[in-house]
């Protein structure tokens, strides 16, 4: 009996996890589209009463938003792809970085964004493990850079900065410049800190420990 509990217990649980991330993701969708739909939809719906279509003023056409936000993300995408977009995109950057306030929240959202792309990981060194918020309790965080200048100059101890992200969405989070002896370096890759972050800890890396630490451990 306790083995057949066990069998389901495993059935169960590896179908839950096939499902978790489908629900999340088409729940995100349902939030992300469903608020770009109320913002553009009424405005695809008075468009089309300009240019003639028969409807009454203020009618909404569920999902016409979403339909234009797609159609608006691939033009986007098929025009910065090409040479001219690209040159465009750049001086659009260019002119958006002299404007003092939108330039910066531009420019960080960029720079975050690129960090989580699928080739901007590489702009984290590696996973270390940091207690936060307070002794005895870890988190994961990523590695940015050291501490230079003013910031290293005022300090008694080497320290390094650090991004912390925040589960489900990682793209906030904290930074932090920590003491290098309070980190705990980790082998797992940055790609496989990002999903474990992501999927709050359902996601787990396998970790097979390296053959100096399997060959210490067996010396000991």
């Given at each position: 009996?306790?083995?057949l509990i066990s069998?389901?217990?495993?059935?169960?649980?590896?179908g839950l996890?096939?499902?978790?991330?489908?629900?999340?993701t088409v729940?995100?969708?349902?939030?992300?589209?469903?608020?770009?739909?109320?913002?553009?939809?009424?405005?695809?719906?008075?468009?089309?009463?300009l240019a003639?279509a028969?409807m009454e003023?203020?009618s909404?056409?569920?999902?016409?938003?979403?339909?234009a936000?797609?159609?608006?993300?691939?033009?986007?995408?098929?025009?910065?792809?090409?040479?001219?977009?690209?040159?465009?995109?750049?001086?659009?950057?260019?002119?958006?970085?002299?404007?003092?306030v939108?330039?910066?929240?531009?420019?960080g959202?960029?720079?975050?964004?690129?960090?989580?792309?699928?080739?901007?990981?590489?702009?984290?060194s590696n996973?270390?493990?940091?207690q936060?918020?307070?002794?005895g309790i870890?988190?994961l965080?990523?590695v940015?850079?050291t501490?230079?200048?003013?910031?290293?100059?005022?300090?008694?101890?080497?320290?390094?900065?650090?991004?912390?992200?925040?589960?489900?969405?990682?793209?906030?989070?904290?930074f932090?410049?920590?003491?290098?002896?309070?980190?705990?370096?980790?082998?797992?890759?940055?790609?496989?800190?990002?999903?474990?972050?992501?999927?709050?800890g359902?996601v787990s890396?396998?970790?097979?420990?390296?053959k100096?630490?399997l060959?210490?451990?067996?010396?000991?």
């Open positions: 009996m306790k083995k069998g389901l217990r495993g059935i169960f649980l590896a996890f096939v499902w978790i991330p489908i629900v999340v729940l995100s969708f349902k939030v992300m589209f469903g608020w770009v739909d109320s913002l553009l939809g009424p405005l695809m719906g008075r468009m089309l009463i003639g028969p003023p203020g909404h056409i569920p999902g016409l938003g979403v339909i936000t797609i159609v608006i993300v691939l033009v986007t995408g098929l025009f910065t792809t090409n040479y001219f977009g690209k040159k465009l995109l750049e001086l659009s950057e260019w002119a958006l970085g002299h404007v003092p939108l330039s910066s929240i531009y420019y959202a960029k720079q975050v964004m690129d960090a989580f792309s699928s080739t901007g990981t590489q702009s984290f996973v270390v493990l940091i936060f918020p307070r002794k870890y988190a965080a990523f940015t850079g501490g230079k200048g003013e910031v290293q100059s005022r300090t008694s101890e080497t320290v390094v900065n650090v991004f912390l992200p925040t589960t489900p969405n990682p793209t906030s989070g904290f932090l410049m920590v003491p290098r002896e309070d980190l705990v370096e980790l082998d797992m890759s940055v790609e496989d800190g990002v999903k474990m972050i992501i999927s709050g359902l890396p396998e970790y097979l420990p390296k100096k630490e060959k210490e451990n067996a010396e000991a």
